[in-house]
């Protein structure tokens, strides 16, 4: 499996953006998805994730209600829209897949998820 993260960019505070991950995979529907983000000089944290069938969503309380997961089955292809930015949202933003049993989930840690991007850098100016 291989991800393809991309969109990031330079947005001032309030602005919106919208991160794509496209994979590389046949059964991309199975995977559940996710995406993390790594401040400088901070930990990588859990930012959402979705499962392979949509029915489960989980979001970073620091994201909840900004930012919304979603994903596209037919293309291959999860997002990350993300609205009301501040400046404390700079960061790599990584997306992260693997498939689990039972198949609704979407786990939180990272360390759940066998396959990652490589990062796409959202900047957000004060």
């Known amino acids: 499996v291989q991800l393809q993260a991309s969109g990031g960019g330079l947005k001032q505070a309030g602005g919106s953006l919208r991160l794509s991950c496209a994979a590389s995979?046949?059964?991309?529907?199975?995977?559940?998805m996710a995406w993390f983000r790594q401040a400088p000089g901070k930990e990588r944290e859990f930012v959402a994730s979705i499962s392979w069938n949509h029915r489960t969503t989980n979001y970073a309380h620091s994201v909840k209600g900004r930012f919304t997961i979603s994903r596209d089955n037919a293309e291959n292809t999860a997002y990350l829209q993300m609205s009301s930015l501040k400046p404390d949202d700079t960061a790599v933003y990584y997306c992260?897949?693997?498939?689990?049993?039972?198949?609704?989930?979407?786990?939180?840690?990272?360390?759940?998820?066998?396959?990652w991007g490589q990062g796409t850098l959202v900047t957000v100016s004060s």
């Open positions: 992260a897949a693997d498939s689990f049993s039972p198949s609704d989930s979407a786990p939180m840690a990272g360390s759940a998820y066998g396959y």
């Open positions: 995979v046949r059964t991309f529907s199975t995977y559940a």
